[in-house]
């Protein structure tokens, strides 16, 4: 049986429905085509999504110079994550010709302050360092 925080968010209307009594914030985005760039991934979010969220972490591979393809993002607000998911989840990406069909999931690790102390000491901030 899958934890909870596994289970992806792609029923749109489930999660409708229980967005109001869930308080978790931060989401994990997968399946990114590796050429995406923290700014062009960005650039595609905040068209619908500016100023909803406060942290983004896209985990690059500075050896072979792409991302891992996942990014995680904590919003403001809970409620703000219908939205991204309504936009995202289940859908191709737009650019470089990618068969990958974006993932939206709710992270392990919730929460701005708690993704920064985690990432602060993870071996992938300083791997390349």
Same mark, same amino acid.
Do not use: H, P
């Given at each position: *049986?899958?934890?909870?925080? %596994?289970? *992806?968010v792609t029923d749109i209307d489930i999660l409708s429905r229980s967005?109001? +009594?869930d308080t978790r914030t931060t989401v994990m985005i997968r399946n990114i085509p590796n050429?995406?760039?923290?700014? $062009?991934?960005?650039?595609?979010? %905040?068209?619908n999504h500016a100023g909803s969220y406060d942290f983004f972490y896209l985990p690059? %591979?500075?050896?072979?110079?792409?991302?891992?393809?996942?990014? +995680?993002l904590n919003f403001k607000s809970p409620i703000s994550i219908l939205s991204l998911v309504k936009e995202? $989840?289940?859908?191709?990406?737009?650019?470089?010709?990618?068969?990958?069909?974006?993932?939206?999931?709710?992270?392990?690790?919730q929460g701005k302050q708690a993704l920064i102390e985690h990432f602060r000491s993870s071996r992938l901030m300083h791997k390349h360092e």
């Open positions: *049986m899958q934890r909870q925080q %596994d289970l *992806m967005i109001e +009594f050429k995406y760039t923290q700014q $062009a991934l960005l650039q595609l979010i %905040d068209v690059i %591979d500075f050896r072979n110079k792409c991302n891992l393809g996942y990014a +995680f995202f $989840a289940g859908k191709r990406w737009e650019r470089f010709r990618s068969e990958k069909v974006c993932e939206i999931t709710y992270a392990r690790i």
